[in-house]
């Protein structure tokens, strides 16, 4: 039930306005005129929510918990629950406080006459353009369960993949950075109090002892300034990362580094293809969907490269002609996207894209730790080589002055 705000006259003629609640605008048209006044307009009233009802700055939600309530929203809505209710059963049942806020928002507002899509766009930090757009597609098509499946599938890939990713790489930097301290330890505090112990020989001391007491005079009278450097540096890349120039040129180093490059690129086309087949398929028209597709996988010289390619299609060519024309996109994908056109079943094609190339990014992950263990214990040996010189050739040569 929705509240619409009507005017109109009675029998005298005097004008009659007001608001009522009814489920549609027939139906408060019928009530009325059974009470004697005749119908000029009859409007929907928007839902205005209270500032005090949200918080001053959206938190983002948890992939898990976004997943979750997608995943509960597609069972209600098959179920043929309306979706004021679904929303309600689960603003009650989520224990993430920041979304049952937000569900609390979206179901007020939707009771108010807006439709699901609509509602989601006040909350862009927890849903996505693609999830929008996906979900005002399905309400025009009549299909919104399905599309909720699909989108849920798609939030769980991402997920899975990000896992992945920070799981392989998560041993190494616990090396570096405990590596790191020890280092920071040994030139800081041991190696300088070795050199007391040395200097009382008058004793020239080896060239990596001299180069490493000297690193670790200048960390401790310099520490100050390194911490205020570190803090610049961070804070100076966030903020050049937040300007369209930062983030092409980091995007653009991403795919050049060695190995990492290889897999940024399989995980940016497998998520291309999903997100591709999965608007397709859900009836959004795909220079639209190249356009919210571009924006959304992550890597701003790919989607450049999509923005051309949605131009040329809008100029009449294929989609597989600008993506061959590309130096970004593989021969594979491209012949595939052919393939999928003439067909005429691009969004599975697409599908075979993501899982194709979801597939070789697996396989260079579980590859990873055999690739980064020779390169950090070549790094470790070399350090420990450095450290080992410097503590040890001013032994050697005291030694040898005692034995003389």
Not at 4 to 30: H, I
Not at 120 to 125: A, D
Not at 182 to 205: D, E, H, M, Q, R
Not at 326 to 342: D, I, N, Q, R, W
Request: aromatic share 8%; net charge positive; no cysteine.
């Amino acid at each position: 039930m929705s509240r619409f705000a009507y005017k109109g006259r009675n029998t005298q003629g005097a004008p009659v306005m007001g608001t009522m609640d009814a489920e549609s605008p027939e139906a408060v048209a019928v009530r009325l005129s059974q009470a004697g006044v005749i119908p000029i307009t009859i409007t929907r009233e928007r839902v205005r929510i209270p500032v005090n009802a949200l918080p001053k700055r959206e938190q983002r939600v948890r992939a898990e918990d976004l997943i979750f309530f997608t995943r509960q929203m597609t069972t209600l809505v098959k179920a043929g629950i309306s979706l004021t209710e679904s929303l309600g059963a689960l603003q009650r049942e989520t224990q993430n406080p920041t979304l049952r806020v937000i569900l609390d928002a979206i179901q007020r507002r939707v009771e108010g006459g807006m439709s699901f899509s609509e509602a989601l766009t006040y909350h862009t930090r927890t849903f996505s353009e693609i999830y929008v757009h996906t979900v005002r597609a399905a309400e025009e098509g009549g299909f919104l369960d399905q599309a909720l499946d699909r989108v849920a599938t798609m939030l769980e890939n991402d997920l899975e993949t990000r896992r992945r990713v920070s799981s392989a790489f998560r041993y190494p930097l616990f090396v570096l950075i405990t590596l790191g301290i020890g280092i920071f330890i040994l030139i800081t505090f041991v190696i300088p109090k070795f050199a007391t112990f040395y200097t009382a020989f008058n004793a020239t001391l080896p060239l990596p002892t001299r180069m490493v007491i000297g690193l670790g005079k200048f960390m401790q009278v310099a520490w100050p300034a390194l911490i205020v450097g570190i803090v610049l540096t961070v804070i100076g890349v966030r903020w050049a990362l937040r300007k369209p120039w930062g983030r092409e040129t980091w995007d653009a180093w991403k795919l050049k580094i060695p190995v990492v490059g290889g897999l940024v690129k399989k995980l940016t086309f497998a998520r291309l293809g999903q997100l591709l087949a999965t608007m397709i398929s859900t009836g959004i028209p795909l220079i639209q969907a190249l356009d919210l597709t571009s924006r959304a996988i992550g890597n701003t010289v790919i989607g450049k490269d999509l923005l051309r390619a949605r131009r040329a299609v809008e100029g009449g060519e294929s989609l597989a002609a600008p993506l061959g024309r590309s130096a970004v996109f593989p021969s594979l994908m491209t012949e595939m996207v052919a393939v999928g056109e003439k067909t005429g079943a691009l969004d599975t094609l697409l599908n075979a894209i993501a899982t194709h190339y979801e597939n070789e990014a697996n396989h260079t992950i579980k590859d990873l730790p055999t690739i980064i263990e020779p390169i950090m214990l070549a790094m470790v040996a070399g350090l420990v080589l450095v450290l080992a010189l410097a503590v040890f050739l001013p032994l050697w040569d005291m030694v040898k002055l005692v034995n003389k």
